[in-house]
């Protein structure tokens, strides 16, 4: 049955099937398959469980129950972890009361950003697997200028996030520069970019005047109290500044993308770049400027690390954000509120883990593959249909992976 | 709905699958009819049910995962083994998948109620500083850097010391008047080991008038040597070790966790010409595939440490200050030559007792940049 003749049928049937039809539905469903396959993972994981599957045929209601707890308790500490935690609020203080949510979007920050950049430079034609290093490259020019430098109040945080942008939007210009330039492709020169910036890292963290003193540890100096943005809730709680930059730069990329001139040309070249070229527009400059935009936002991502959340480099400034983008990005179907929310949703998920790791002992690698389980399912969207037996209707986000880059 | 009935049948196929693996015996009988569905069972370590008072130990782990055979692994080895010895000792830990979450992780532990909080790795620093500060009343240990609040314990290790008599040892035993060495990442946990088997190379030479060269690194020269850039890429060490029996090496000394294990493959494959010596924990037991060809180990000895000051915790005096493994504590040496040890000559293993005395007299002094301050 076409979705046409079912709207012919009654009005109310049509926007039902269009629901069920929806991306949006089956983002949720994706969400749900993944909740439940996690919590089999969690029963298997867990020692009660094991105990009892031991005598399973003799008793197998003790097998249910220990997972069933075990399920339960993992699912309510990830909430009390990334939302709010009843236990902690008792004490009644800010911290108590918020500090769930505050290390969600702490941890949402820049996942954020990273999804912006990722998404941005998706709407170009362009897959931008370079996060990892951009964000290395905005981590160590923020914090170098953080800690090199010593300049007034305000002005010292300015420079220090321009240093960052600056420092993503130079690693990520010149994979756009390359690619314009010589047609090299962007996926094999972010990658090879990424393991250059991490082995950069690793030389400067041992080089005098970067490195600690002592000189005991792989470890940088401390960024000035001048350079660091400023803490949102107090000092008790880590949610700093950074989340109104990725708010903001949200916000300018949307109105990018639907309201400049610049950004219908990204899109145009996303589209179809022959079409673009064709319609007189400079393909090659689209690649350099989206280029440097994706990695400005990715070097505002190291920003947020080190001027927000830490307040040394070490080697693994990054925490995987770069790679993570991409699927906040696929999550967030590559428009700016879609990756907000996606973002918070893998901020909660991250923050979740952590509580779930320290009060049930679950492995927070269960939340790594909880978060891919959710991407996997959305990228094949059919699965889900078959799934939960709904109508194909058009193509979702799994045909715009399908096509990949540069289609 | 036929449709979550149907993800039902799914996740229960899933379920009953791994169930099945394991499935059959019969229920420890907890006196009978109740059924109550508890842990049960005689616990092996001795967790949740046992007294009511219960000292409970955390530890938050560095990035790497427990099973590391590494710090992570040794540090967590400690606890298990306090826990063993008191069974009112409640352990547990949680690991960090990047450095942003040592300050979630430090902050879930301290508020979970556990007496001590233990921080592996001397990354954790500043934030085990800060969470320390807003905790005065809680106590905290730190494996790898030094104490910098009066709440917190250090443990640091002097691993040059143990480095410089693997090095004296290899250059003794060298037959080609080459020995070797390589790490996983140029850090300074990493290097001090390479910075003080090279002294102890230079060492012999001088007393014995020899020129023993060290391939692979040079205290002097910080930037340089050779490095794997993984700790567990074992094709890369047997590549580099390969290399090093190339220009003559027949004796090499991996400091680079499961990368290590490639030197061993290499020495294998050499038939026997070749032999290791190996790092952090004693080879013949974290890896006795390649037993054979170990030399010996030069050991950082994170367990003990751990354990003695969990139990001295629980006894209700928690440590304070600093704790410095070194060879006069035991916190490093070298382990036992196993299968070696008839074809070390007695006069060496004496030579070796002597230096071991004079590095802890002060007699000879070690100049590695690394080490704890």
């Not at chain 2, 002097?158 to 090095?167: D, E």
Request: charge should be positive.
């Amino acid at each position: 049955m076409s979705p046409a003749s079912t709207a012919t049928a009654t009005g109310r049937v049509s926007a039902w099937s269009r629901v069920r039809g929806s991306n949006v539905l089956v983002t949720v469903l994706a969400f749900v398959v993944a909740m439940v396959i996690g919590s089999v993972l969690i029963a298997v994981a867990d020692t009660d469980t094991q105990a009892a599957s031991k005598y399973f045929f003799a008793y197998p209601w003790d097998t249910f129950t220990a997972a069933g707890r075990a399920v339960v308790d993992g699912y309510r500490a990830l909430f009390e972890g990334a939302i709010f935690n009843p236990n902690t609020a008792a004490q009644g203080t800010l911290a108590g009361i918020l500090g769930p949510i505050s290390e969600t979007l702490v941890n949402a920050t820049p996942l954020i950003l990273g999804g912006l950049g990722v998404g941005l430079a998706f709407r170009a034609g362009l897959f931008n697997i370079g996060g990892q290093g951009q964000v290395v490259l905005g981590a160590v020019f923020a914090g170098y200028v953080g800690f090199a430098w010593h300049l007034p109040v305000g002005l010292h945080l300015l420079v220090g996030i321009l240093a960052g942008i600056l420092g993503g939007a130079l690693w990520g210009g010149l994979t756009g520069w390359l690619k314009a330039r010589t047609g090299a492709h962007e996926v094999i020169t972010t990658i090879m970019l990424n393991y250059v910036a991490v082995y950069l890292l690793g030389f400067l963290l041992s080089v005098k005047g970067f490195q600690r003193p002592p000189y005991g540890q792989a470890i940088s100096n401390v960024v000035d109290d001048n350079a660091r943005l400023p803490h949102l809730l107090g000092g008790d709680l880590r949610l700093h500044a950074g989340l109104i930059i990725a708010l903001l730069a949200a916000y300018g990329m949307h109105w990018l993308l639907t309201r400049s001139t610049l950004g219908f040309q990204l899109r145009a070249v996303g589209a179809n770049q022959f079409a673009a070229r064709t319609a007189g527009m400079s393909v090659e400059r689209s690649y350099v400027v989206v280029m440097l935009l994706s990695g400005g936002l990715f070097g505002l991502a190291g920003v947020s690390q080190i001027l927000g959340t830490n307040s040394a480099i070490t080697g693994d400034i990054d925490a995987g954000i770069g790679f993570d983008a991409i699927t906040v990005a696929l999550l967030g179907r590559g428009k700016a509120g879609g990756i907000v929310w996606a973002g918070l949703l893998f901020g909660a998920l991250h923050a979740g883990g952590v509580q779930m790791q320290a009060s049930t002992g679950t492995p927070i690698d269960l939340v790594v593959v909880i978060q891919s389980l959710i991407v996997l399912f959305i990228a094949a969207p059919a699965l889900v249909r078959a799934i939960f037996r709904m109508r194909t209707t058009g193509g979702g986000v799994g045909q715009q992976l399908a096509k990949g880059w540069n289609g | 709905m036929r449709h979550t009935s149907q993800a039902v049948k799914i996740a229960a196929a899933l379920g009953a699958a791994s169930l099945l693996l394991a499935g059959c015996g019969s229920k420890p009988s907890t006196s009978g009819s109740g059924g109550s569905g508890g842990s049960g069972g005689s616990g092996s370590n001795g967790g949740s049910g046992s007294s009511a008072k219960a000292f409970k130990a955390c530890m938050v782990l560095d990035t790497g995962g427990v099973d590391d055979r590494s710090f992570n692994q040794s540090s967590w080895a400690g606890m298990q083994a306090a826990a063993k010895q008191n069974s009112s000792i409640n352990v547990s830990y949680v690991s960090s998948s990047s450095q942003n979450d040592y300050t979630p992780n430090l902050n879930a532990e301290t508020n979970k109620g556990c007496n001590t909080v233990l921080a592996v790795g001397g990354l954790m620093g500043d934030a085990l500083k800060a969470v320390a500060q807003k905790n005065p009343k809680e106590h905290y240990a730190e494996i790898d850097n030094a104490s910098s609040l009066p709440n917190i314990y250090g443990m640091q290790y002097n691993t040059a010391q143990g480095g410089f008599l693997g090095g004296y040892l290899a250059a003794a035993m060298s037959k080609t008047g080459k020995v070797a060495t390589f790490g996983g990442i140029n850090i300074p946990p990493v290097t001090i080991y390479m910075d003080g088997f090279w002294e102890g190379v230079q060492y012999f030479n001088k007393q014995k008038h020899k020129n023993v060269a060290v391939l692979g690194w040079n205290e002097k020269k910080q930037k340089g040597g050779t490095f794997a850039n993984s700790f567990t890429d074992l094709n890369k060490g047997k590549s580099i070790s390969q290399a090093f029996i190339q220009s003559g090496a027949d004796i090499i000394f991996p400091v680079a966790g499961g990368t290590g294990l490639g030197a061993g493959a290499a020495a294998q494959a050499s038939g026997g010409k070749v032999s290791v010596i190996w790092v952090d924990t004693d080879g013949c037991k974290s890896a006795a595939q390649y037993c054979k060809y170990f030399l010996t180990s030069v050991t950082k000895n994170l367990s003990d440490p751990v354990t003695q000051y969990v139990t001295k915790a629980a006894g209700g005096t928690f440590p304070t200050g600093n704790y410095v493994g070194t060879l006069a504590n035991g916190g490093t040496g070298l382990a036992p030559f196993h299968q070696f040890d008839s074809k070390v000559p007695s006069s060496l293993k004496s030579e070796l007792d002597s230096i071991k005395k004079d590095i802890i007299s002060g007699k000879i002094k070690i100049t590695s940049p690394s080490q704890p301050q």
